[in-house]
């Protein structure tokens, strides 16, 4: 197929791009490269590949972007809560506008396939964190972020029956892992890399679930979903991660501690809410497509501390590691 990969250049758009090429897929990234371009100079010879330096606002240049395309992966995004939270007008210009955009834009060019992705954080905070959710459960965005991707999921899941795009939402647990577009603002890379350089992590709300994805598995599950036929993957809903991978933040931090100096230090600040806080389950993606996780928290833990130990990367603190 011919794709147009949006966010190509970020921290799972870096990991999916080489699967996709290897596969021999064409591939068109579009990105705005917020974040920098270097992720992509490993691919950058491939013939595969074609790139477009644009943002998801210039109508003009999607417009342009997505001629000839067979299917949309679509990734690009002011990405996170802190982010969107900080400047919540660009956010949602960028994450609703700009995507119901490629939408319409991606409809009138005659496109076959959308892959949007979308976030376990639509969740929120769940009336029983004992419980597992599925793709059915209520939606509760406490976010920005959340709420972005809750209105273009209603788009997407409102197309008309029928509709020659198939639209196919993926909700990813929460990303960890090594990627071209590193980045060290996510929980299990964070942890990791806190205690091994900085000797010191502070840890608000110890027990407090979440569901964990290594950006590998994240950009196979892009993977399965293309290589199901159209009408399997027209308005379906999957979560992306494992089941045996939702954890608390104290047990993070108890995965985290045998790669660590033993003077590093914890501290556990107590809160008796979280605005966010759910198990997910991921049965649906596994009996639809056949798809599992090939990696673990644990060794992810692993990659990101053989990576902090390298002296590949001599910066932790610079912007270019955060969203």
């Known amino acids: 197929m011919k794709i147009l990969l ?144 809750v209105a273009m999921e209603r788009e997407l899941l409102g197309l008309p029956a029928g509709d020659r795009l198939a639209a196919t939402v993926l909700r990813f647990a929460t990303v960890f892992g090594v990627s071209p577009r590193m980045r060290f603002d996510l929980t299990v890379n964070e942890f990791t890399m806190e205690l091994l350089v900085k000797k010191r992590l502070v840890v608000f709300g110890e027990r407090f679930w979440r569901p964990y994805v290594h950006v590998r598995d994240a950009a196979r599950a892009i993977l399965a979903v293309l290589d199901i036929p159209p009408s399997m993957a027209a308005g379906q809903v999957f979560n992306v991660g494992s089941t045996e991978q939702n954890h608390r933040k104290q047990e993070l931090v108890d995965m985290v501690r045998p790669h660590a100096p033993a003077d590093a230090q914890v501290e556990l600040v107590k809160r008796e809410e979280d605005p966010r806080d759910y198990r997910v389950s991921f049965a649906k993606i596994w009996n639809a497509l056949g798809f599992s996780c090939t990696r673990s928290v644990e060794e992810g833990i692993r990659e990101v501390a053989t990576l902090v130990r390298s002296g590949a990367i001599r910066d932790f603190n610079d912007p270019e590691f955060r969203n």
């Open 6 to 149: 949006t966010g190509g250049a970020g921290y799972v758009g870096s990991v999916t791009l080489p699967l996709l090429l290897g596969l021999g897929h064409r591939v068109r990234v579009l990105d705005s490269l917020l974040h920098g371009g270097r992720s992509l100079l490993g691919a950058w010879g491939n013939p595969g590949l074609e790139f477009v330096r644009a943002d998801l606002r210039d109508a003009e240049a999607v417009k342009a972007a997505v001629v000839g395309v067979d299917a949309v992966v679509h990734l690009a995004a002011i990405v996170g809560d802190p982010a969107c939270a900080r400047d919540p007008e660009p956010a949602r210009a960028v994450n609703l506008d700009g995507s119901r955009s490629l939408l319409a834009l991606a409809r009138e060019a005659g496109v076959r396939r959308f892959v949007f992705a979308s976030t376990c954080s639509n969740y929120g905070r769940t009336r029983d964190p004992e419980t597992f959710v599925d793709e059915s459960a209520e939606l509760r965005p406490l976010s920005v972020y959340a709420e972005t991707k």
